[in-house]
């Protein structure tokens, strides 16, 4: 009998329980910089050094956490489903709890690239400092998708969410596009879950919510039905 496929969309709130902070806080800063200051590709050639001191910062936080119950309930689904995941985070926490089929929309904060050359990619732990070259000579950059940049892996997130029987989204407000727009993919026989601790209006068909954090909402799941 063919396994269930469940395709899983998670945000930066399965990732805040294991500790991470989210840098779109109330204030919409990071120590006094704009969002577009360290995020945006804008921002990188404005003050390289700022944008690569901020996920220096990222990088050694990941290092001081781990991941929750929700990233090792999204593992154990594997035992009886068709499990993809397709993240909006940059950390490793869902690798790290052993799930198999991961992408990454925004890239990953232990990798690094070449300015010049996207495909020329590496993995990287420690601090990332001006005069770091990639093999090409060129000046190694955060492996991150930044505002004004194209998501290189949508293509891939549209197609899984094309087969999708259950479509599960974990904390995300769906308020960042191109992300957001999966659900428009979605088979309309597919059941879509909702978990989030935030009232998130929307209207599909065929769409349960969870108004619950990530370990909370997680065990309220029911997926056989």
């Given amino acids: 009998m063919k396994k ?3 395709i899983v969309l998670t945000g930066a709130g399965i990732s805040a329980e294991s500790g991470i902070s989210t840098f779109r806080d109330a204030n919409g800063l990071w120590e006094n910089h704009a969002i577009m200051e360290v995020a945006s590709i804008e ?3 404005k003050n390289p050094t700022l944008v690569l001191d901020f996920y220096n910062q990222r990088r050694e936080q990941l290092k001081q956490v ?4 929700a990233h090792y309930f999204l593992k154990g689904l594997e035992d009886d489903f068709e499990v993809a995941v397709i993240t909006q ?6 690798e790290r709890a052993g799930s198999s ?3 990454h929309l925004h890239g990953e904060l232990n990798k690094v690239r070449s300015v010049d050359k996207e495909d020329l990619v590496m993995e ?4 990332l400092t001006l005069g770091d070259l990639a093999t090409d000579g060129s000046q190694l950059r955060p492996h991150i998708v930044w505002f004004g940049e194209m998501v290189p892996k949508m293509e891939e997130a ?3 969410a094309k087969q999708a029987d259950v479509f599960l989204v974990i904390g995300t407000s769906l308020q960042v596009y191109p992300a957001a727009s999966l659900l428009d993919y979605v088979p309309s026989t597919a059941k879509i879950v909702l978990i989030d601790p935030n009232e998130v209006p929307l209207n599909y068909p065929n769409l349960t919510v969870i108004q619950a954090s990530a370990t909370e909402g997680v065990k309220q799941l029911n997926l056989n039905d």
């Fill in 66 to 69: 781990h991941p929750n119950e």
């Fill in 101 to 103: 089929h991961i992408v």
């Fill in 89 to 94: 985070n940059v950390d490793n926490l869902h």
């Fill in 43 to 45: 921002g990188w050639y």
């Fill in 4 to 6: 269930k496929r469940i």
């Fill in 124 to 127: 990287w732990t420690e601090d």
């Fill in 158 to 160: 549209i197609e899984l």
